[in-house]
């Protein structure tokens, strides 16, 4: 439960928390569907994933980024949204994933928003088009508000109301 308590609504917010660099065309409805979590820190993978599963969300957890792309190339339509952090260890980088997304007309379809606590440039970020920024720490609220954007929670299945 300690890795949950990281990410609860107490967390610290700062500004910088929703990137001004953020896609500024009118998104698309939220639709069913997943959401692909890439993250290579297992505790706040689980974390994450744990949080968003009790407010309705499906998951898929990929612990590097060839895992994820492999998950997003084998059923782009099935994800709703893809939630990536830009630090993956060995596997290739968050950035070298956006890339490679943005390349597939299916798969760029994803709506994506980045976690991370690294330092972009801002011309880097904008280069990867996307549809929100959170530095870590970051709020779960903040988060939650995010993929509700892009994404429908599934009636009944979490253990907190999406209301």
Known sequence: MEQIANFSSASPITRRDV????QTTASPPPKR???LLIE???EVRTGIAQLLELHGFMVT???DA???MRELAHNPTGFALVV???LLGESMSGIDFRLRQLIDPHL???PTIVITATDVAAEDRASMHLEGWLEKPFRFDTLLEM???YVIAEKGSGLISTE
């Open 19 to 22: 990137s001004d660099e953020t």
């Open 33 to 35: 569907g997943e959401i």
């Open 40 to 42: 290579d820190r297992s």
């Open 61 to 63: 957890e990929a612990a």
């Open 66 to 68: 060839d895992h994820g």
């Open 84 to 86: 990536l952090d830009l």
């Open 108 to 110: 760029a379809a994803v």
């Open 147 to 149: 993929v509700r954007r």
